[in-house]
């Protein structure tokens, strides 16, 4: 059974500070997904990353993939309240494309 | 045009109504995905379609029935639904199902917020 797990659920960080979530998932899918989701919003695109090795930046945030880990990473830089958001990471769940998701990582920037 | 529309926003049902949830796109995608999302938990796969055919069903019940008239609209119709069924209902499209460097990147609708009486 595939299984993606993110850690931590909870994080509390305060403002400029650095931080990194984790994602690590079970087969050897090399497609891996970050999305934030704003409570009571739909679900925000921010990183496809598509092969090993892969990193992308947007802002205060950079993505990376290590396949043969089978690990992610969300690292946050000087982070600012407007990051305040709940971060879900997903993989390929299959042939037919279905995403199988994290639990999410609940993030909370306080000044 | 980049985006998944959803109607409606908010939706209360009693558990005897029949109601519909409207997704569509015109990105031309041909995969579109049904997702439930309870409170503080991450997005559940409920359907799969490619190419206007249902490709998953994950062991969904009954009273949910997808349908995909066309490759831009997919429709989720609700019939005696529980209290239980209550959550966001999100969906999804990505360019096609199937393997391919970019197909899976799924774009997601605002969501239809379901209240179920």
């Known amino acids: 059974e595939l299984k993606v797990e993110q850690n931590p659920l909870f994080l509390s960080m305060q403002e400029g500070k650095n931080y990194t979530i984790y994602c690590n998932y079970s087969?050897?899918?090399?497609?891996l997904y970050w999305y934030r989701q704003d409570p009571g919003k739909s679900l925000e695109s921010l990183f496809v990353?598509?092969?090993?090795?892969a990193v992308k930046q947007e802002g205060r945030l950079m993505a990376s993939l290590d396949t043969k880990a089978r690990l992610s990473t969300l690292h946050i830089t000087a982070a600012v309240h407007d990051l305040s958001a709940t971060y879900f990471c997903?993989?390929?769940?299959?042939?037919?494309?279905?995403?199988?998701f994290g639990k999410g990582t609940k993030l909370s920037v306080k000044p | 045009d980049t985006e998944v529309t959803q109607t409606p926003k908010h939706l209360v049902m009693g558990m005897t109504n029949k109601k519909s949830l409207k997704c569509e796109q015109h990105?031309?995608?041909?995969?579109m995905y049904w997702y439930k999302q309870k409170a503080k938990k991450p997005p559940e796969l409920m359907f799969v379609?490619?190419?206007?055919?249902?490709?998953i069903n994950e062991s969904v019940p009954s009273r949910f029935s997808p349908e995909c008239p066309n490759s831009s609209l997919l429709n989720l119709h609700l019939h005696a639904l529980q209290p239980e069924d209550s959550a966001l209902y999100l969906c999804?499209?990505?360019?096609?199902?199937?393997?391919?460097?970019?197909?899976?990147?799924?774009?997601f609708g605002p969501g239809t917020r379901l209240t179920v009486t």
């Open positions: 990105m031309g995608h041909r995969a």
């Open positions: 379609y490619s190419y206007e055919k249902l490709s």
């Open positions: 999804a499209s990505s360019l096609r199902g199937g393997r391919g460097a970019l197909s899976y990147e799924q774009y």
């Open positions: 997903a993989v390929d769940g299959g042939s037919q494309g279905n995403l199988i």
């Open positions: 087969t050897t899918s090399d497609r």
């Open positions: 990353l598509l092969s090993n090795g």
